[in-house]
């Protein structure tokens, strides 16, 4: 709610308005490794996008947020 509101608020002082697009597939991609990479994960490339997709399916969709928190299941 708060965060709606100050969204709000920008838009209605500076004319900015602020939008949480979801990746497509191959940037969803690109972020799962490159969290991978940052976590020092030693999974097979296809078999991390493999998994990363179908967390994805169960979860919310492809997102940043989704990617980061697969790469965390891992850990």
Same mark, same amino acid.
């Given at each position: /709610?708060?965060? %709606?509101?100050? %969204?709000m #608020?920008?838009t209605? $002082?500076? *004319?900015? !308005? !602020?939008?949480?697009? $979801?990746?497509? =597939?191959?940037?969803?991609?690109? !972020?799962v490794? #490159?969290?991978? =990479? /940052?976590?020092? %994960? =030693? %999974?097979? =490339?296809e /078999?991390?996008?493999?998994? &990363? /997709? #179908?967390?994805? !399916? +169960?979860s &919310? *969709?492809r997102s940043? +947020?989704? &990617? $980061?928190?697969?790469?965390e299941?891992?850990?």
């Amino acid at each position: /709610e708060d965060t %709606i509101q100050q %969204i709000m #608020s920008l838009t209605n $002082r500076f *004319g900015i !308005i !602020i939008t949480f697009q $979801r990746p497509d =597939k191959d940037l969803f991609v690109d !972020i799962v490794l #490159s969290y991978a =990479k /940052e976590n020092n %994960i =030693k %999974i097979d =490339k296809e /078999e991390l996008i493999k998994q &990363a /997709e #179908s967390y994805a !399916i +169960r979860s &919310a *969709g492809r997102s940043p +947020r989704v &990617a $980061r928190q697969f790469i965390e299941t891992l850990l």
